[in-house]
C-alpha cells in the first residue's frame, strides 16, 4: 500500500503543520459547539447543546404507538405527573396526625405555585387543576336521599387528632383515593403533580426537595415517577461524562507511563483519544443532535479505540528503536509493519457500529454513525499524528527509551515476557485438550445465552442506594406503585349508512307514536319530525351527528309549532335521546361490568397493584346515592349510569370525569398501576390482558390498546433487541467478508473470527448465567466486542504469518509470536481494561455495566487470541500454512467463494429486515445466486494474474531452496 508511505512520510516531513492543525480543528470545534450555548441566539444556525433523556425519543416521532400515545394523553387530558411521597413510620396514626397533615397541605400549595413562564407566554409546569392531593380532592358522600354531596376532603389542616383520622376514614372510603393517594396502612400520602411537560420534572423536584427541607418534620419525603428518573439521569450523566472519562484517561495514561517509562511519548495517545471525542462530540452538537444516554457514551467507546492503535505503535517503536536509534527510521519502519492490521481493525469496528445505523432506534443510529466516525478520525490520527509527534522528541530525550537488545529477541525477563513465554509453549504442547475446553465452554455459553431475561427499567439506571431508587421501592411498598400504564377500550365506529340510519329511527319513532295512536298532537309533531329525518340523516357524516343535528331541529319545530304542547316535544326529544344513549357505549351496563371484570383479572395476576376506571367512579357514585354499601356496583339501567356521570360532575373537579371516558361516551380508559417498571413485568401484564380478551370478548364490539410510558418502554426494548441482533450479524458478516479480504483466504478469515464468537458467546452466556438483564448497555457492548475482539486476532494473525514465513515452522514461531505481538496486546488488554475499571465507581448503572463488561471483553477477547489462535494454528498448521498466499482474494477460489456467499446473505438479510422482502424470495435468489458465484470465483480464480503470481511464488520458493 503506497498510501502508507505517503501519510507516514507528509506527517514527518511536515510534523509542525500537522500539529498546529489538530490543535486548529480541537479549538474550531470547540468554539462551533460550544460558543452557541455559551451566547444563545447569537450564532445563527449554529446549534445549542441539547440533552435527552426521555426513552420516548428511543422510537421515531412517526411510531405509530407514539402517535396514539399522544393522541389519547390529549383525548384523555392526561400528562406525566412527578410523584411525593409523604411517609410516616413513627407516628402510631402514621401520616394522619395535625402536624403531618399540615406539612403535606403547605407541600400542596407550594407545588400549585411551580410555573413559569415559556417563550410563547404560555405558563408551564405543575397543572394545578389536575393535582391529586387531599387539599385538591373531592369527599363523595351522601347529601340528600338521591343526590350526592361533593366537598373537598381536606378544605384546611385538621387541628385535632380526630379531624385528621376523620380524613383518613373518608379518604380510604373511596376506592380511587385507597391505594393511590392513601396507603392502606395509613402510613404514607402520595401528591401526584401532573407536568404541562415532563421537561419541568427535574426543576419541579428540586423546588419541592428546597421547600422539604424547609419544612422539617418527622416523616420522610420521596420523590420519583419516571419523568424524574429520566430528567435525574440527564442531569448525573453530564456529570459523569465529566468524571469518569477523563479518571479513566488518567488511570490509561499512568499504566503507559509504567510500562514505557517515557513521559514524553506516552502524551501523543492521549492527545489521539482527547481529540478523537472533541472531534466527535463536536461534530455531533454542531450536527443538532441532542445528547443521549446513548451518545453520552461515545467517550467512552471512542478512548479505548483510539488508545488501541496508539499503544500498538508505541509497542513496536519501543521493541525496534534501540536497533537503529533514528526516530524517522524506526517510526516508517513500524508504519510500514502495522498499517494494513490498524486499518484493517479500524474499519471492522467502524463498521460494527456503523450497522447501529440500521437498528430502528434513533438515538442508536446516532451512537453508531458518530462512533464509526470517531474511530475513522482516530485512525487517521495515529496514522499522521503519532508520527509528526514523534520528531518533536530530542533524540536525546530516547537514550534509554526502548527494549534493549540481547541478541535473543525472543527472551524477555519481565514478568510480562515470562508469562507469556510460558503461555506459547502452552499453546503449542497442549492445543488439543485446550480446544477441548473450549467446546466445554462454548457449550455452556450457549446454555448461559438461552437464559438470557430481556428487560430494562429507567428507575434501574440508578444504583441501589439512589435516593430515585429508594423512593421507588418505598413508595412501591406503600401504594398500589407508581408506575402508570393506561388500557384503553374503544368501541369502533360502525360504518354509517344514511338510509339504514334514518330507516331505524324512523322504525323507533312508529313504535312509540303507536303506543298513544289516539294523541292527536303527538302524531301531529311525529309527522313534522319524520319530514325532517330524511335531510338531517342525509347530511350528517355519522349517526351520533344525525341524531344531535335531530335534536336540535325538534327545538327549533317546538318553537315554531306552539299550537303543539311542549310536553309533546319532550317526549319526541326523549325517544331522540334513547337512541343516541345506545350509542354511548360506557353508558351501558354490560360494557362496565366487563370493565371490572377485567379489573379483577389484573389484579388476581399480582403485577398490577392497583387500578381505576370508569366502573369504579359510577360504582362509588351508585352507593352514595342510595347510602347502602351492597349498592357499591354497577347500576343495572343506562339512565341510572348516565345519573351517576352527572351527580359526579357536580363537584369541584367536573373535568375528571374525562380522565376516564370521552365526551361521546364510546371510548374509556383504565388507569393501571405497576410497582414494578420493568419492561418484562409490563410486557406480561400485556399478556394478561390478551389472554383474558381472547377469553372473554368484550360486549359491544369493544377493542383494547395500550399507551402510557411504561408501555412505550416495552416497544423500543423489543425494536432494540431485534434490530441489535439484525445488526450485529450484518456487521459480523461485513467482518468476515472483510478478514477474508485482509488475508486472503477462506480459512484465515474464519480464523480470524474465532476470537470474535468466542467473546460474543462466553460474555453473553456469563450475562444469562448470573442473571444480569440484557438492557441496552449490554445490547450495545456487542458492537464494542466485535471492534475489539477482532482488533487483537489481525495482529496476531498477520504477524504471526509473517513470522511463519521467517522462522518455517510453527513450532519455531511461537516464542517470537509471544514476543513482540504478544506484549503489545498484552499491555493494551492491561491498560484499557484496568483503565476503564472506574466507571464501577460510578453512580450511574449504564456506566457501572460499560465499566464491568469493558473489561470483561478484553480479557476474554485477550485470552481467546492467544489461547485459541495458536492452538489452532498449531493443530491445523498443515492446511493454514501449506498454501501459498494468493495474489488477491480473489484468486483464491475458496475465499472468493466464502465472500460471495457471505456478501449474498449479508443483502438478503438486510433486505429481509428493511425492506420486508420474504424469505421465500430471498432463498431463490440464493439458490440462483451462489452457484453462479461458484463458477464465477472458480473462472476469477485462474485467471492469468493469478497464476502469473502462483509462479512468481515458486520461484521465490526454489530461490530459497537454492
Same mark, same amino acid.
Given at each position: 500500500?503506497?498510501?502508507?508511505?505517503k501519510?507516514?512520510?507528509?506527517?514527518?516531513?511536515?510534523?509542525?503543520?500537522?500539529?498546529?492543525?489538530?490543535?486548529?480543528?480541537?479549538?474550531?470545534?470547540?468554539?462551533?459547539?460550544?460558543?452557541?450555548?455559551?451566547?444563545?441566539?447569537?450564532?445563527?444556525?449554529?446549534?445549542?447543546?441539547k440533552?435527552?433523556? /426521555?426513552?420516548?425519543?428511543?422510537?421515531?416521532?412517526?411510531?405509530?404507538?407514539?402517535?396514539?400515545?399522544?393522541?389519547m394523553?390529549?383525548?384523555?387530558?392526561?400528562?406525566?405527573?412527578?410523584?411525593?411521597?409523604?411517609?410516616?413510620?413513627?407516628?402510631?396514626?402514621?401520616?394522619?396526625?395535625?402536624?403531618?397533615?399540615?406539612n403535606i397541605?403547605?407541600?400542596?400549595?407550594?407545588?400549585?405555585?411551580?410555573?413559569w413562564?415559556?417563550?410563547?407566554?404560555e405558563?408551564?409546569?405543575?397543572?394545578?387543576?389536575?393535582m391529586?392531593?387531599?387539599?385538591?380532592?373531592?369527599?363523595?358522600e351522601?347529601?340528600?336521599?338521591?343526590?350526592?354531596?361533593?366537598?373537598?376532603?381536606?378544605?384546611?389542616?385538621?387541628?385535632?387528632q380526630e379531624?385528621?383520622?376523620?380524613?383518613?376514614?373518608?379518604?380510604? /372510603?373511596?376506592?380511587f383515593?385507597?391505594?393511590?393517594?392513601?396507603s392502606?396502612?395509613?402510613?404514607?400520602?402520595?401528591l401526584?403533580?401532573?407536568?404541562?411537560?415532563?421537561?419541568?420534572?427535574?426543576?419541579?423536584?428540586?423546588?419541592?426537595? /428546597?421547600k422539604i427541607?424547609?419544612?422539617?418534620?418527622?416523616?420522610?419525603y420521596?420523590?420519583?415517577?419516571?419523568?424524574?428518573?429520566?430528567?435525574?439521569?440527564?442531569?448525573?450523566?453530564?456529570?459523569?461524562?465529566?468524571?469518569?472519562?477523563?479518571?479513566?484517561?488518567?488511570?490509561i495514561?499512568?499504566?503507559?507511563?509504567?510500562?514505557?517509562r517515557?513521559l514524553?511519548?506516552?502524551?501523543?495517545?492521549?492527545?489521539?483519544?482527547?481529540?478523537?471525542?472533541?472531534?466527535?462530540?463536536?461534530?455531533l452538537?454542531?450536527s443538532?443532535?441532542?445528547i443521549?444516554?446513548?451518545?453520552s457514551?461515545?467517550p467512552?467507546?471512542?478512548?479505548?479505540?483510539a488508545?488501541?492503535?496508539?499503544?500498538?505503535?508505541?509497542s513496536?517503536?519501543?521493541?525496534?528503536?534501540?536497533?537503529?536509534?533514528?526516530?524517522?527510521?524506526?517510526?516508517?519502519?513500524?508504519?510500514?509493519?502495522?498499517?494494513?492490521?490498524?486499518?484493517?481493525?479500524?474499519?471492522?469496528s467502524?463498521?460494527?457500529?456503523?450497522?447501529?445505523?440500521?437498528?430502528?432506534?434513533?438515538?442508536?443510529?446516532?451512537f453508531?454513525?458518530?462512533?464509526?466516525?470517531?474511530?475513522?478520525?482516530?485512525?487517521?490520527?495515529t496514522?499522521?499524528?503519532?508520527?509528526?509527534?514523534?520528531?518533536?522528541?530530542?533524540?536525546?530525550?530516547?537514550?534509554?527509551?526502548?527494549?534493549?537488545?540481547?541478541?535473543?529477541?525472543?527472551?524477555?525477563?519481565?514478568?510480562?515476557?515470562?508469562f507469556l513465554?510460558?503461555?506459547?509453549?502452552?499453546?503449542?504442547?497442549?492445543a488439543?485438550?485446550?480446544?477441548?475446553?473450549a467446546?466445554?465452554?462454548?457449550?455452556?455459553?450457549?446454555?448461559?445465552?438461552?437464559?438470557?431475561?430481556?428487560?430494562?427499567?429507567?428507575?434501574?439506571?440508578?444504583?441501589?442506594?439512589?435516593?430515585?431508587?429508594?423512593?421507588?421501592?418505598?413508595?412501591?411498598?406503600?401504594?398500589g406503585?407508581?408506575?402508570?400504564?393506561?388500557?384503553?377500550?374503544?368501541?369502533?365506529?360502525?360504518?354509517?349508512?344514511?338510509?339504514e340510519?334514518?330507516?331505524?329511527?324512523?322504525n323507533?319513532?312508529?313504535?312509540?307514536?303507536?303506543?298513544?295512536?289516539?294523541?292527536?298532537?303527538?302524531q301531529?309533531?311525529?309527522?313534522?319530525?319524520?319530514?325532517?329525518?330524511?335531510?338531517?340523516?342525509?347530511?350528517a357524516?355519522s349517526?351520533?351527528?344525525?341524531?344531535?343535528?335531530l335534536?336540535?331541529r325538534?327545538?327549533?319545530?317546538?318553537?315554531?309549532?306552539?299550537?303543539i304542547?311542549?310536553?309533546?316535544?319532550d317526549?319526541?326529544?326523549r325517544?331522540?335521546?334513547?337512541?343516541?344513549?345506545?350509542?354511548?357505549?360506557?353508558?351501558?351496563?354490560?360494557?362496565?361490568?366487563?370493565?371490572?371484570?377485567?379489573?379483577?383479572?389484573?389484579?388476581?395476576?399480582?403485577?398490577v397493584?392497583?387500578?381505576?376506571?370508569?366502573?369504579?367512579?359510577?360504582?362509588?357514585v351508585?352507593?352514595?346515592?342510595?347510602?347502602?354499601?351492597?349498592?357499591?356496583?354497577?347500576?343495572?339501567?343506562?339512565?341510572m349510569?348516565?345519573?351517576?356521570?352527572?351527580?359526579?360532575?357536580?363537584?369541584?373537579?367536573?373535568?375528571?370525569?374525562?380522565?376516564?371516558?370521552?365526551?361521546?361516551?364510546?371510548?374509556?380508559?383504565?388507569?393501571?398501576?405497576?410497582?414494578?417498571?420493568?419492561?418484562?413485568?409490563?410486557?406480561?401484564?400485556?399478556?394478561?390482558?390478551?389472554?383474558?380478551?381472547?377469553?372473554n370478548?368484550?360486549?359491544a364490539?369493544?377493542?383494547?390498546?395500550?399507551?402510557?410510558?411504561?408501555?412505550?418502554?416495552v416497544?423500543?426494548?423489543?425494536?432494540?433487541?431485534?434490530?441489535?441482533?439484525?445488526?450485529?450479524?450484518?456487521?459480523?458478516?461485513?467482518?468476515?467478508?472483510?478478514?477474508?479480504?485482509?488475508?486472503?483466504?477462506?480459512?484465515?478469515?474464519?480464523?480470524?473470527m474465532?476470537?470474535?464468537?468466542?467473546?460474543?458467546?462466553?460474555?453473553?452466556?456469563?450475562?444469562?448465567l448470573?442473571?444480569?438483564?440484557?438492557?441496552?448497555?449490554?445490547?450495545?457492548?456487542?458492537?464494542?466486542?466485535?471492534?475489539?475482539?477482532?482488533?487483537?486476532?489481525?495482529?496476531?494473525?498477520?504477524?504471526?504469518?509473517d513470522?511463519?514465513?521467517?522462522?518455517g515452522?510453527?513450532k519455531?514461531t511461537?516464542?517470537?509470536?509471544?514476543?513482540?505481538?504478544?506484549?503489545?496486546?498484552?499491555?493494551?488488554?492491561?491498560?484499557?481494561?484496568?483503565?476503564?475499571?472506574?466507571?464501577?465507581?460510578?453512580p450511574l448503572?449504564?456506566?457501572?455495566?460499560v465499566g464491568?463488561?469493558?473489561?470483561?471483553?478484553?480479557?476474554v477477547?485477550?485470552?481467546?487470541?492467544?489461547?485459541?489462535?495458536?492452538?489452532?494454528?498449531r493443530v491445523?498448521?498443515?492446511?493454514?500454512?501449506?498454501?501459498?498466499p494468493?495474489?488477491?482474494?480473489g484468486?483464491?477460489c475458496?475465499?472468493?467463494?466464502?465472500?460471495?456467499?457471505?456478501?449474498?446473505?449479508?443483502?438478503?438479510?438486510?433486505?429481509?429486515?428493511?425492506?420486508?422482502?420474504?424469505?421465500?424470495?430471498?432463498?431463490?435468489?440464493?439458490?440462483?445466486?451462489?452457484?453462479?458465484?461458484?463458477?464465477?470465483?472458480?473462472r476469477?480464480?485462474?485467471?492469468?494474474?493469478?497464476e502469473?503470481?502462483?509462479?512468481?511464488?515458486?520461484?521465490?520458493?526454489n530461490?530459497?531452496?537454492?
Amino acid at each position: 500500500m503506497k498510501i502508507k508511505r505517503k501519510l507516514a512520510q507528509a506527517a514527518l516531513e511536515n510534523h509542525k503543520s500537522t500539529a498546529w492543525g489538530l490543535a486548529g480543528v480541537c479549538v474550531l470545534i470547540i468554539l462551533l459547539a460550544g460558543l452557541p450555548s455559551v451566547i444563545p441566539g447569537g450564532f445563527g444556525p449554529l446549534n445549542e447543546i441539547k440533552i435527552d433523556t /426521555d426513552p420516548e425519543n428511543m422510537l421515531p416521532e412517526d411510531e405509530p404507538v407514539r402517535v396514539f400515545h399522544d393522541r389519547m394523553k390529549e383525548e384523555f387530558s392526561l400528562y406525566d405527573m412527578v410523584v411525593v411521597g409523604v411517609v410516616n413510620e413513627e407516628h402510631e396514626h402514621g401520616v394522619f396526625n395535625p402536624e403531618t397533615l399540615e406539612n403535606i397541605n403547605e407541600i400542596s400549595d407550594f407545588a400549585k405555585t411551580l410555573q413559569w413562564e415559556e417563550e410563547d407566554g404560555e405558563m408551564g409546569g405543575v397543572v394545578a387543576v389536575d393535582m391529586i392531593a387531599p387539599s385538591t380532592v373531592d369527599n363523595i358522600e351522601q347529601g340528600s336521599l338521591g343526590s350526592i354531596k361533593l366537598e373537598w376532603l381536606m378544605p384546611e389542616p385538621p387541628q385535632t387528632q380526630e379531624e385528621a383520622l376523620a380524613v383518613r376514614d373518608k379518604a380510604l /372510603d373511596i376506592p380511587f383515593f385507597k391505594g393511590t393517594m392513601v396507603s392502606e396502612d395509613g402510613k404514607a400520602i402520595a401528591l401526584y403533580l401532573p407536568l404541562t411537560s415532563k421537561d419541568y420534572s427535574y426543576q419541579v423536584s428540586q423546588a419541592l426537595r /428546597d421547600k422539604i427541607a424547609e419544612i422539617g418534620g418527622q416523616e420522610d419525603y420521596h420523590i420519583t415517577g419516571l419523568p424524574v428518573a429520566e430528567d435525574t439521569f440527564g442531569v448525573e450523566m453530564f456529570i459523569q461524562m465529566a468524571i469518569s472519562a477523563p479518571t479513566a484517561m488518567v488511570i490509561i495514561f499512568l499504566l503507559m507511563l509504567v510500562f514505557f517509562r517515557k513521559l514524553v511519548l506516552i502524551i501523543s495517545p492521549m492527545i489521539v483519544a482527547i481529540a478523537s471525542v472533541i472531534f466527535t462530540m463536536g461534530l455531533l452538537i454542531i450536527s443538532g443532535f441532542p445528547i443521549h444516554i446513548m451518545s453520552s457514551m461515545i467517550p467512552i467507546f471512542i478512548m479505548p479505540i483510539a488508545v488501541l492503535d496508539s499503544v500498538h505503535i508505541i509497542s513496536e517503536f519501543f521493541e525496534l528503536y534501540q536497533e537503529t536509534r533514528d526516530r524517522r527510521e524506526t517510526i516508517l519502519k513500524v508504519m510500514d509493519e502495522l498499517f494494513k492490521p490498524m486499518l484493517y481493525t479500524s474499519l471492522t469496528s467502524a463498521a460494527g457500529f456503523a450497522s447501529l445505523a440500521l437498528t430502528p432506534i434513533p438515538p442508536v443510529q446516532v451512537f453508531g454513525v458518530f462512533v464509526a466516525i470517531g474511530i475513522m478520525f482516530a485512525w487517521f490520527l495515529t496514522m499522521t499524528f503519532i508520527p509528526a509527534y514523534v520528531m518533536f522528541i530530542k533524540p536525546e530525550k530516547l537514550e534509554e527509551f526502548g527494549k534493549k537488545s540481547t541478541g535473543d529477541e525472543q527472551k524477555d525477563n519481565t514478568p510480562i515476557g515470562r508469562f507469556l513465554h510460558a503461555v506459547g509453549g502452552l499453546t503449542y504442547r497442549w492445543a488439543k485438550p485446550i480446544l477441548a475446553g473450549a467446546v466445554v465452554v462454548f457449550a455452556v455459553a450457549v446454555y448461559g445465552i438461552s437464559q438470557i431475561n430481556i428487560n430494562d427499567n429507567p428507575v434501574k439506571w440508578f444504583t441501589e442506594s439512589h435516593p430515585i431508587r429508594v423512593a421507588d421501592r418505598v413508595l412501591n411498598d406503600h401504594f398500589g406503585g407508581t408506575y402508570m400504564a393506561y388500557l384503553t377500550m374503544e368501541a369502533p365506529e360502525d360504518e354509517y349508512e344514511p338510509a339504514e340510519a334514518r330507516e331505524q329511527f324512523i322504525n323507533r319513532l312508529d313504535e312509540f307514536t303507536q303506543q298513544y295512536s289516539d294523541d292527536e298532537e303527538l302524531q301531529k309533531a311525529a309527522e313534522i319530525v319524520s319530514g325532517t329525518v330524511e335531510g338531517v340523516f342525509s347530511d350528517a357524516d355519522s349517526k351520533a351527528v344525525a341524531l344531535e343535528q335531530l335534536s336540535e331541529r325538534v327545538d327549533e319545530l317546538a318553537k315554531k309549532n306552539e299550537d303543539i304542547s311542549m310536553f309533546v316535544w319532550d317526549d319526541l326529544g326523549r325517544v331522540i335521546d334513547q337512541a343516541a344513549q345506545e350509542l354511548h357505549v360506557f353508558k351501558q351496563p354490560e360494557v362496565l361490568e366487563y370493565q371490572e371484570k377485567l379489573q379483577r383479572a389484573l389484579g388476581d395476576m399480582g403485577k398490577v397493584g392497583k387500578s381505576n376506571s370508569l366502573a369504579d367512579i359510577i360504582k362509588t357514585v351508585h352507593r352514595e346515592l342510595f347510602g347502602e354499601e351492597e349498592k357499591f356496583a354497577v347500576p343495572d339501567e343506562p339512565r341510572m349510569i348516565a345519573e351517576c356521570m352527572l351527580q359526579y360532575q357536580s363537584g369541584h373537579r367536573p373535568g375528571d370525569l374525562w380522565h376516564f371516558v370521552t365526551p361521546d361516551y364510546r371510548k374509556s380508559v383504565l388507569w393501571l398501576q405497576l410497582t414494578s417498571g420493568d419492561n418484562e413485568d409490563m410486557t406480561k401484564v400485556v399478556k394478561a390482558v390478551d389472554e383474558f380478551v381472547e377469553k372473554n370478548p368484550p360486549p359491544a364490539g369493544v377493542e383494547t390498546d395500550w399507551f402510557g410510558l411504561t408501555y412505550i418502554n416495552v416497544i423500543w426494548q423489543d425494536k432494540m433487541v431485534k434490530g441489535m441482533v439484525g445488526a450485529f450479524v450484518c456487521s459480523f458478516l461485513v467482518v468476515l467478508l472483510m478478514m477474508t479480504t485482509l488475508f486472503r483466504s477462506s480459512l484465515w478469515g474464519l480464523l480470524c473470527m474465532v476470537p470474535l464468537t468466542v467473546t460474543i458467546l462466553l460474555i453473553y452466556g456469563v450475562v444469562g448465567l448470573v442473571g444480569k438483564d440484557y438492557d441496552m448497555p449490554v445490547a450495545v457492548l456487542s458492537s464494542l466486542t466485535l471492534g475489539l475482539a477482532v482488533d487483537f486476532a489481525i495482529h496476531f494473525l498477520a504477524r504471526s504469518q509473517d513470522m511463519y514465513r521467517r522462522y518455517g515452522s510453527w513450532k519455531e514461531t511461537v516464542p517470537a509470536v509471544f514476543a513482540e505481538p504478544a506484549r503489545a496486546i498484552t499491555r493494551n488488554i492491561i491498560v484499557i481494561a484496568v483503565g476503564f475499571l472506574p466507571l464501577l465507581l460510578a453512580p450511574l448503572t449504564p456506566y457501572k455495566t460499560v465499566g464491568m463488561l469493558l473489561a470483561t471483553i478484553l480479557l476474554v477477547s485477550g485470552a481467546a487470541t492467544m489461547l485459541l489462535l495458536p492452538a489452532l494454528m498449531r493443530v491445523f498448521e498443515d492446511k493454514l500454512f501449506a498454501s501459498k498466499p494468493a495474489v488477491s482474494a480473489g484468486c483464491n477460489c475458496a475465499a472468493c467463494l466464502l465472500s460471495s456467499v457471505t456478501l449474498v446473505t449479508l443483502i438478503a438479510m438486510t433486505l429481509h429486515q428493511y425492506a420486508d422482502v420474504g424469505w421465500g424470495s430471498l432463498t431463490w435468489l440464493a439458490v440462483v445466486v451462489i452457484p453462479l458465484t461458484a463458477l464465477l470465483c472458480g473462472r476469477i480464480s485462474r485467471r492469468e494474474k493469478c497464476e502469473s503470481g502462483n509462479d512468481i511464488f515458486n520461484a521465490q520458493n526454489n530461490k530459497k531452496g537454492a
